[in-house]
């Protein structure tokens, strides 16, 4: 059966009963992984292309692929412990030979290593916060102007980013390098903080096709009094709820022209240098002279289908007249133009 005669796409979500290789467990371990709602929308979008198995991304996952033998695995399966986990289920593909949409395993596993990301961007001259990476507290080295911020190395969905990360003192920095190693057993990233506007950028496509949507800001009026200004873990799970959603997205972004240029360019550089495809959303903050930042790049973004929940890819497309199953044929799309499906075009 060759790809071109069927249109059988897979969807690659996690399995609730996996656990992380070393036992360990904390409560918000699952945060970034996708809810029922989300992965059925995806199948439904999907199959406007053609036929849809759903794969689960555990252990049976290698096998499951290799019987099902699909055309294109549609990825977006975020995995569970190490810097590695969203690199599996492309891993696997690349190793059966089966297509699949997104980023390969190497950039999956470098864009969820914050440190080795801000590294690449350094290098292609792309602005990021300075850093250093500690694995305990007296590691800490007091280089940093404050104040700063202290997150998980590798996790995603502000895991472990709340309002203590901000830290004015070098005594609040220690202690919480020391709740962040403890908590996830992995190191801690110490970054300046970048006090200015925030947005974040939604890609779609390669190359020639590659676009950014447009810019969604972050408006930290909406938080609570005395809210530190950051979009950590409270503004994404506890303060916005689906009876009160927090109305923190604007899109598009009031920018000046050249403000909006600058975004659009670090994002698209960003996109490039890590060598991410199809999709992708880069979160980008501007210092106090307002020059726009990368905080990070997340190569498999969340997409929340209701248009009521606070989902900032799905937000941009919209702005963008994309609906929802749009983003997820075009991302298809720019997958299977990859391998030259033609059939998914
Ligand atoms: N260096 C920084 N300066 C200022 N604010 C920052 C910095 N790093 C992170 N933040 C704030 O913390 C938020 C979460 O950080 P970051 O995007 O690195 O975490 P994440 O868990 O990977 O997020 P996501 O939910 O996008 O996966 C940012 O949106 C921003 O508000
Ligand atoms: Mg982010």
């Not at 290789?21 to 371990?29: K, L, N, T, W």
């Not at 690199?87 to 190793?95: G, L, M, Y």
């Not at 969905?157 to 901000?166: D, E």
């Not at 190569?299 to 199953?325: E, L, Q, T």
Request: proline fraction near 8%; glycine fraction near 6%.
């Amino acid at each position: 059966m060759s790809p071109q005669q069927t249109q059988r796409s897979v969807a690659a979500k996690n399995g609730k009963r996996a656990t992380r290789a070393d036992g360990h467990r904390f409560d918000d371990m699952y945060a970034e992984w996708d809810d029922e709602e989300t992965i059925a929308a995806i199948e439904r979008a999907l199959s406007a292309a053609g036929e849809v198995v759903r794969l689960e991304a555990n252990a049976d996952f290698p096998f499951q692929l290799r019987d099902t033998q699909p055309d294109i695995v549609f990825n977006f399966a975020e995995g569970i412990g190490g810097a590695s986990r969203e690199s599996f289920v492309p891993a696997f593909c690349e190793f059966w030979g089966i297509p699949y949409t997104g980023s390969d395993p190497l950039t999956l596993g470098i864009c969820l290593d914050k440190a080795r990301t801000k590294e690449t961007l350094s290098h292609h001259g792309i602005p990021t916060p300075e850093f250093q990476v500690v694995e305990c507290p007296d590691d800490v080295q007091r280089t940093l102007p404050l104040p700063v911020i202290v997150k998980p190395l590798h996790e995603g969905s502000s895991k472990g980013i709340t309002q203590r990360s901000f830290c004015t003192t070098w005594r609040e920095a220690r202690d919480e390098v020391a709740r962040v190693v403890e908590r996830y057993r992995e190191p801690a990233i110490i970054e300046e903080f970048l006090d200015g506007r925030e947005f974040t950028v939604a890609v779609l496509g390669n190359d020639g096709d590659g676009r950014t949507l447009p810019i969604v800001e972050l408006d930290y009026s909406t938080l609570p009094g005395g809210a530190q200004p950051l979009y950590g873990f409270e503004a994404k799970w506890v303060w916005d709820r689906p009876q009160k959603p927090l109305d923190i997205f604007q899109c598009p972004a009031r920018c000046e022209p050249e403000l909006q240029r600058r975004i659009e360019e670090i994002a698209m550089a960003a996109f490039r240098s890590l060598r991410c495809r199809d999709w992708g959303r880069i979160d980008v903050r501007c210092d106090r002279t307002g020059t726009p930042h990368i905080i990070e790049v997340n190569p498999i973004p969340g997409v929340i289908p209701d248009p009521a929940a606070n989902s900032c890819y799905p937000k941009a497309a919209r702005a963008a007249g994309f609906s929802f199953d749009d983003v997820i044929l075009k991302v298809l799309a720019a997958a299977a133009a990859r391998y030259d499906l033609r059939v998914f075009d």
